[in-house]
Nanobody, 123 residues
Framework: QVQLVESGGGLVQAGGSLRLSCAAS????????MGWFRQAPGKEREFVAG????????YYADSVKGRFTISRDNAKNTLYLQMNSLKPEDTAVYYC????????????????WGQGTQVTVSS
C-alpha cells in the first residue's frame, strides 16, 4: 500500500531553516501530484506547496512564496520542502500528500497522507 513518511521537523529560531522530507513508497507516482500542507492548532489544514511527480510547475501559498521551495528526487522517491526565513506563524504540523492528476489546494482532494512532522518556530 501507499506510504508517505515525513521527517525533518523540529524546533528552530525565527529566521532559520529546515528541510522536510517525505519518503514515498507502495506504487509508482507518475501521473500524481504531491503536496505539502500544514495545520496549526485550532486552524484548518492549509495548502503550502505542490508539484507534479513527473515535473513541471511548482505552486505555493502566498504566505510562503519566496521562502519555501518544493522539489522531488524521483530516484529516491522522495519529496522535499526547503523552508527558509522561518517565522513563528509557520509553526504547524506539516503533512505531505498525494493525489492523481494535477496539483490542487484543497486537502480533501488528496488520497494519500503522511503522519505529519511538527515544525516549531520560536520568536
Amino acid at each position: 500500500q501507499v506510504q508517505l513518511v515525513e521527517s525533518g521537523g523540529g524546533l528552530v529560531q525565527a529566521g532559520g531553516s529546515l528541510r522536510l522530507s517525505c519518503a514515498a513508497s507502495g506504487r509508482t507516482f507518475d501521473g500524481y501530484a504531491m503536496g505539502w500542507f500544514r495545520q496549526a492548532p485550532g486552524k484548518e489544514r492549509e495548502f503550502v506547496a505542490g508539484i507534479r511527480w513527473s515535473g513541471g510547475s511548482t505552486y505555493y501559498a502566498d504566505s510562503v512564496k519566496g521562502r519555501f521551495t518544493i522539489s522531488r528526487d524521483n530516484a529516491k522517491n522522495t519529496l522535499y520542502l526547503q523552508m527558509n526565513s522561518l517565522k513563528p506563524e509557520d509553526t504547524a504540523v506539516y503533512y505531505c500528500a498525494a493525489k492523481l492528476g494535477g496539483v490542487r489546494h484543497v486537502p480533501n482532494e488528496y488520497n494519500y497522507w503522511g503522519q505529519g512532522t511538527q515544525v516549531t518556530v520560536s520568536s
